[in-house]
């Protein structure tokens, strides 16, 4: 059975720093093309980086320069981090899939940007 599992978040202040990790069991993630998505309040889930399964990363123009995610060298761990938070980060992250039917999805870890 797969599960995601996201931790690394918390309370930061504007400019501040943070890396947030997926730690994956019943699967290995370079089989995938993975991705993390983050969901503010009142908004939809969207995408902000991927990772393809042969380690080719892509970001969203909101994130681009400030984000970076890549994988650790166990085959059951993903990163994101992220540099230069702005207010606008402020969301619960979530790593899934980026193509086909997700996994089950993990609760997320929330990040609060503020001062």
């Known amino acids: 059975q797969v599960q995601l599992v996201e931790s690394g978040g918390g309370l930061v202040q504007p400019g501040g720093s943070l890396t947030l990790s997926c730690t994956a069991s019943?699967?290995?993630?370079?089989?995938?093309?993975m991705g993390w998505y983050r969901q503010a309040p009142g908004n939809q889930r969207e995408l902000v980086a991927r990772?393809?399964?042969?380690?080719?990363?892509a970001y969203a123009d909101s994130v681009k320069g400030r984000f970076n995610i890549f994988r650790g060298s166990a085959n059951n761990m993903m990163y994101l981090r992220i540099d230069s938070l702005k207010p606008d980060d402020t969301a619960t992250y979530y790593c899934?899939?980026?193509?086909?039917?997700?996994?089950?999805w993990g609760q997320g870890t929330q990040v609060i940007v503020s001062s």
């Open positions: 899934n899939k980026v193509d086909g039917a997700a996994f089950p």
């Open positions: 019943g699967i290995i993630l370079s089989d995938y093309n």
């Open positions: 990772l393809s399964s042969v380690g080719l990363p």
